[in-house]
Nanobody, 130 residues
Framework: QVQPVESGGGSVQAGGSLRLSCAVF????????MGWFRQAPGKEREGVAS????????WYADSVKGRLTISQDSAKNTVYLQMNSLNPEDSADYYC???????????????????????WGQGTQVTVSS
């Protein structure tokens, strides 16, 4: 059973930073997509960043470019989301997810759409105060 496990959420003031971690257990394939998503109360879940594990491609939502950075440590089967210059609009539950979407199979790209990911973590809360 593939299981992503998030950690690192918390509360921070506007302008501050947080780093989220996602360890993936049970995935026996060498190449797959990992994504970070967030969902604020009353809003739909949105993708913020994704990475091709075993390949290195990176993708970001326009709203977070320049502030959030996704990275991987293959030896630890862990993906990180470094979040800088946080603002109250970044407050949400953050989820990591893993999968092998069609886009990865066809052209080695990872989507930002939640539907492209099969395995989901439980989420970690991020609160940014003004």
């Amino acid at each position: 059973q593939v299981q992503p496990v998030e950690s690192g959420g918390g509360s921070v003031q506007a302008g501050g930073s947080l780093r989220l971690s996602c360890a993936v257990f049970g995935y026996t394939v060498s190449t797959y997509c990992m994504g970070w998503f967030r969902q604020a109360p009353g809003k739909e879940r949105e993708g913020v960043a994704s990475i091709l594990v075993g390949g290195g491609g990176l993708w970001y939502a326009d709203s977070v470019k320049g502030r959030l950075t996704i990275s991987q440590d293959s030896a630890k089967n862990t993906v990180y989301l470094q979040m800088n210059s946080l603002n109250p609009e970044d407050s949400a539950d953050y989820y990591c997810a893993a999968g092998r979407p069609v886009s990865m199979i066809l052209d080695s790209t990872c989507p930002l759409a939640p539907s492209g990911f099969r395995y989901w973590g439980q989420g970690t809360q991020v609160t940014v105060s003004s």
